[in-house]
Every structure is written in structure tokens, then in C-alpha cells.
């Protein structure tokens, strides 16, 4: 995947909302909301505490006609 393309992908940033550094953590949160459209409730840099925000975001991001990794898979 190039970096374009990652900072568009709704799967990955959330992800990235995991990751040990809060400066991945907190670039992934802008990008996701770039991407969706509304902000998150999130502290980027506490990332215990949005754990639930986290699994929220997850589900409703597989929710159909969300976001681009709710695509058809081509077969």
C-alpha cells in the first residue's frame, strides 16, 4: 500500500489509533477524520482510554456503505 493510499484507508488508521507512538496515533486520527467526515472523540496520546471509541469506530466502519474498506471484494 503507497501512503496515499493508507491515509484513506479507514482500516489502517484505525489500527494505527493502537499503535505505541502518539505521533502515529494522532496523525491516524486527523487522517480518519479527514476521511469520514466528523471528528473523533479520542486523546490520541491516552490510548487506554479510547479503547471503546476505538471498537465503536471498528463497528461502524464495517457497517455497510461506510467508507472505502466496505468495498466489494472483486471475484
Request: with cysteine; charged share 30%.
Amino acid at each position: 500500500m503507497n501512503p496515499e493510499s493508507a491515509r484513506r484507508d479507514t482500516g489502517f488508521l484505525v489500527d494505527c489509533l493502537e499503535f505505541p507512538d502518539s505521533a502515529v496515533r494522532e496523525s491516524a486520527k486527523e487522517n480518519l477524520e479527514k476521511v469520514i467526515g466528523k471528528s473523533i472523540a479520542l486523546d490520541a496520546v491516552n490510548i487506554d482510554a479510547g479503547e471503546a471509541v476505538i471498537d465503536d469506530l471498528r463497528k461502524s466502519l464495517a457497517s455497510p456503505g461506510v467508507g472505502p474498506t466496505t468495498a466489494p471484494a472483486n471475484k
